[in-house]
């Protein structure tokens, strides 16, 4: 079918048609290789050298070898594997039926119930640890009260499993997005003949609605195991240093110490992160997701009797107030006076609120705007970039591909040094300010480190528009311009919604990046705030304000970008009664 | 006359004029302070400042010693102006990479000492402003819910009764928490040093990665006993958290350190800020419960509320040990990745060793015989050595395989090598230890 298209048009550009590709394409391609060359390979390479130096200077493996020679991390590997798949299993646990009810039937709020569930992505540093030990530790308020009644307790916070539980908490909205993004894509005609052919309940579920909807999931737990196989914040919380990422962390953050090994497990980790990512790639090969119908967006929605609409309801609250229960400790932290060894704050109060009142705007304003415009960028470049991949044949569209994925497992400071390695000496024209310490450059890093989620999300979304609608508005004069902005752009709306949140949603709460960047408390996003407070006993109060307020934010911008989602879908959506 | 005193009090107004206007034209319009401290320390320290010198702003950065350190050094070009922080190590980093200037201090009535341990740096590139000591901060809800005594001494902590209820930070990510360890290693000796060490870490519920980690788990109560510097247990109690703080009769001293960063660009002021620090009424400060950090101004203790700690009279903080600067520096890398080996990353191993060897003598009690003793002190013995030996911390080919790597120097194996060793002796030993201990228990 391509085959013919390009045919058609072999005047234009006879050798960029051999690709199937228009000049534009291969221009968006080079931008998008351009932008990663400058911002991700230049500065991570120029940090990472170290893994490939031996004490003289020159080329060498060693360190790898002695990275396979040493038991410690030969241990550390398998277990990040294990977790990382185990966490994938947990979170889909919780994520697909959340998906389902909400795909599949009438409920007031969706967007509401879509919002609650990415909260849990935000997880603001430091104020998010303390609130979980409180909630799930070993004398947080679920122990105190079993041990009280029962006389026992529940390790939830400790070792692997305890990692396993907190990240399948922390990252199930991945697979929630991205599962919701297809199952709206997925044209209710199909499930309809299947009706009509006889297949109900679980048979028409797992014969057709899940197949139909496979991008969208492998999406979300590729994402999940990839950020849980090279997750910091997790293992440290819990005090689990026996994984990759903690050992790669500890060892590139402590100081005076020049061991490459640090490095060295950097670049093992984006190995396996990509593997990951192929991997994924591998599941959907050979398999056509796409439909051409686009009868309605989404599957039939049914209304429930009031009995089962009650079980969905209990459902989705037990889910929600699950995953929760980290930010409704930071809630409590942020309006208690001391907490501690017990199962509620001692006393409340606004205090700390007002703590933070003045600063707080500047925090929350630096933190919309460089969150937003890294969202943006993500999207921009991860639709692009999906684009270019699945519709042309352009050489070079792979490798740019995973060098993006690859950004997944950079650790934050790793590429901070790096920009400002590269960029500090850049001077802007006017002002003369250094362009590694410009707002901006916070910006770019935030993009960089999310893009994947993004470009992961608008692979996904794609996938499941089948070329032939592009072509046929082609073929009815449409121009290639025109066939995106109206075509192939509104169709992935829900797919680049899914990528826009993720990135956004996560860059609200960096820290590691942000701690090396910022040069001006004036231009400080609201994590370097938290950070700040959470360096003092009398802090934790004002810091777990500022987590709240952060949250808060995000919830308001994330629920915003549903309303507009659903509003579009609405236009679409058929229902039946 | 009338006209000459006129004309005096003008010269002398003009004087005070030219001389306000020179003063602050001379120190510059800003400071830029990259620093780890909390807040709670910068901001009294700030306000103050700005206040002294109008017209001057104090930028202050926070960040952590790991991206502060990576932000001077890439940075260079064009530099903030003052590194501030309690960690010796990344002053002692930054020296290395020619990244600070000397400065010396006018200020004068300072001590050089704080117990045996010098305050300034010898070669001049950084100075201590204010000291604190090591102790040992409980949770008193904790403590009551889990009828356990309050510790008062560092032996205490060998206790089993207090087994999976104290918590450390590693001393690889923390400077302070690495001058305390080698403060016990040159008290003790090193193999009597490490084996108290490996003893308490027995009891530890977690080795944290951050020194505020241990004050914060404490707070929360996830664990009741943390050994943190002292104002980290004194303002948390002065938060109102359910907290006490004992320093035991033999404590280590830390300094918290200030050093102009190399170049800087606001060099007057820096010095200005330094000056401040040191001066009666930046010392002052110190005393504020909020910061309770102890004064290197003898004259401020004088000001102090009753009660306050006086490492310069009180010769039980920090003197007994007389310390070696020389040897401390020659194997500090080593000694922080040594323990992350031993205790650190198999923490879960050195727990259950020294689980089975409390079971077992508990068990046992008075009644044990000569063969359960002598398998016990066999397991006591695998549950708390060290697999190098002083000699060898101190060798300069082993000690530089854990350092950046000088151009003549000819290291004795890549850090990972020894790595790999240390490891396997320990997860060897704690498994034997425990077995033996097992073993001991049946032979009764």
């Known amino acids: 079918m391509s085959s013919i298209a390009s045919a058609d048009r072999p005047a234009r550009a006879p050798f960029l048609a051999r690709y199937n590709a228009s000049p534009a394409q291969a221009l968006a391609l080079a931008a998008v290789a351009l932008f990663l060359i400058a911002f991700l390979i230049v500065p991570l390479v120029r940090v990472i050298v170290v893994a490939f130096t031996d004490p003289g200077g020159g080329f060498s493996l060693v360190h790898f070898g002695d990275f396979f020679r040493t038991s410690l991390l030969r241990e550390a590997f398998w277990n990040s594997l294990y977790v990382a798949a185990m966490t994938v299993v947990v979170a889909s646990l919780i994520a697909v039926p959340l998906a389902t009810i909400l795909a599949r039937f009438h409920f007031r709020g969706a967007a509401l119930i879509h919002t609650l569930g990415v909260i849990p992505l935000v997880m603001p540093p430091f104020v998010g640890a303390v609130a979980m030990q409180l909630i799930y530790g070993r004398n947080g308020t679920i122990n105190l009260i079993l041990n009280d009644a029962f006389g026992f307790r529940i390790p939830f916070m400790e070792g692997l499993n305890g990692v396993i539980f907190v990240e399948a908490l922390h990252y199930f909205p991945f697979i929630l997005l991205n599962l919701s993004a297809s199952l709206s894509n997925i044209d209710s005609a199909m499930e309809e003949s299947a009706q009509n052919l006889g297949a109900r309940g679980f048979t028409l579920f797992s014969r057709i609605v899940f197949p139909l909807a496979l991008p969208g999931y492998v999406a979300g737990a590729a994402l999940v195991f990839v950020k849980v196989f090279d997750d910091l914040a997790t293992p440290l919380l819990l005090n689990v240093t026996s994984m990759l990422a903690p050992q790669a962390y500890l060892k590139i953050t402590t100081v005076g110490i020049a061991d490459p090994m640090g490095y060295v497990i950097s670049v093992i980790m984006i190995g396996c992160s990509l593997g990951a990512m192929m991997l994924s790639v591998l599941v959907l090969r050979g398999r056509d997701f796409a439909t051409t119908q686009r009868g309605g967006g989404g599957l039939s929605r049914r209304r429930l009797g009031p009995g089962g609409n009650a079980v969905a309801i209990v459902l989705v609250i037990v889910t929600l107030l699950i995953t929760l229960s980290p930010h409704i400790g930071i809630f409590l932290l942020s309006i208690g006076t001391v907490w501690s060894f017990a199962e509620l704050p001692d006393a409340y109060t606004i205090q700390h609120y007002v703590t933070v009142y003045r600063e707080a705007g500047p925090l929350i304003g630096n933190t919309i705007l460089y969150c937003g415009l890294a969202g943006l960028i993500d999207v921009i470049i991860g639709a692009t970039l999906a684009y270019v991949v699945l519709r042309t044949r352009l050489p070079g569209r792979r490798l740019v591909e995973q060098v993006a994925m690859s950004a997944v497992a950079i650790p934050g400071l790793v590429l901070g040094i790096g920009l400002l390695r590269t960029y500090y000496d850049v001077k802007l024209p006017f002002s003369g300010e250094s362009l590694a310490t410009v707002w901006f450059m916070l910006v770019i890093a935030y993009a960089v480190r999310r893009l994947p989620y993004a470009l992961t999300a608008a692979t996904a979304a794609l996938r499941q528009l089948h070329v032939s609608l592009e072509e046929a508005a082609e073929n009815l004069g449409a121009g290639k311009l025109s066939v995106l902005s109206r075509i192939v752009v509104p169709l992935m709306t829900g797919g680049l919604l899914a990528g826009f949140v993720t990135s956004f949603a996560t860059a609200a709460v960096e820290l590691s990046a942000t701690l090396l960047l910022v040069a001006r408390a004036p231009d400080a996003p609201i994590a370097y705030g938290i950070y700040v407070y959470m360096q003092s006993a009398a802090g934790r109060g004002p810091g777990a304000a500022l987590g709240v307020i952060a949250v808060i934010a995000v919830a308001i911008a994330t629920y915003l970008a549903f309303k507009i989602a659903e509003r579009e879908r609405g236009l679409k959506s058929r229902e039946l009664f | ?444």
């Open chain 2, 1 to 444: 006359m009338a006209q000459k005193l006129t004309r005096r009090l003008l010269l002398a107004a003009a004087c005070t004029l030219s001389a306000t206007s020179v003063f602050a034209q001379s120190i510059g319009d800003k400071v830029i302070i990259v620093t780890s401290f909390s807040k709670d320390l910068t901001t009294p320290f700030s306000v103050a400042f700005e206040k002294k010198y109008p017209g001057t702003k104090v930028e202050v950065q926070n960040r952590n010693s790991a991206a502060a350190i990576a932000f001077i050094r890439e940075t260079r070009s064009s530099p903030p102006d003052i590194f501030w922080a309690s960690a010796p190590d990344a002053f002692e980093v930054l020296k290395k990479n020619s990244l600070l200037q000397k400065y010396q201090p006018k200020a004068q009535g300072l001590t050089d000492k704080v117990g045996t341990y010098p305050v300034n740096d010898p070669a001049g590139y950084y100075v201590g402003f204010a000291a604190s000591g090591y102790g040992i901060m409980y949770n008193t809800r904790y403590m009551r819910a889990n009828s356990l005594p309050a510790p008062k001494e560092w032996d205490d902590l060998k206790k089993p009764i207090y087994f999976g209820h104290v918590g450390f930070s590693a001393p690889s990510r923390s400077g302070t928490s690495h001058l305390t360890v080698e403060t016990i290693l040159q008290g003790e000796g090193w193999d009597k040093g490490w084996a108290t060490l490996i003893e308490i870490g027995g009891n530890f519920q977690q080795v944290s990665d951050r020194s505020f980690g241990v004050p914060d788990a404490v707070n929360s109560g996830q664990y009741g006993i943390g050994i943190v510097i002292d104002f980290f247990g004194l303002s948390a109690k002065a938060s109102g958290f359910p907290v006490e703080f004992v320093y035991p009769t033999v404590t280590a001293i830390v300094p918290a350190n200030v050093g102009i960063i190399a170049n800087a660009k606001n060099q007057k002021a820096a010095e200005a800020f330094v000056e401040f620090l040191l001066s009666e009424e930046g010392q002052q400060i110190l005393l504020d419960p909020k910061i309770q950090r102890l004064p290197v101004r003898q004259s401020t203790y004088a000001k102090a509320p009753a009660g306050y700690p006086n490492p310069i009279t009180d010769k039980s903080l920090g003197a007994k040990v007389s310390f070696n600067a020389d040897v401390s520096e020659g194997r500090y890398e080593l000694v922080n990745s040594l323990f992350d080996r031993v205790i650190t990353f198999r923490l879960k191993e050195l727990n259950a060793a020294w689980k089975a060897i409390h079971d077992t003598e508990k068990r046992l009690g008075t009644g044990a015989n000569a063969e359960a003793k002598r398998l016990l002190a066999e397991a006591r013995k695998l549950a708390s050595s060290v697999p190098i030996t002083a000699k060898e911390a101190s060798d300069p080919a082993i000690a530089g395989s854990f350092q950046e790597v000088k151009k003549d120097a000819k290291p004795a194996g890549r850090q990972a090598e020894f790595e790999e060793r240390w490891d396997s002796f320990a997860v060897k030993n704690y498994a034997e230890a425990k077995a033996l201990a097992e073993k001991a228990a049946g032979a009764k």
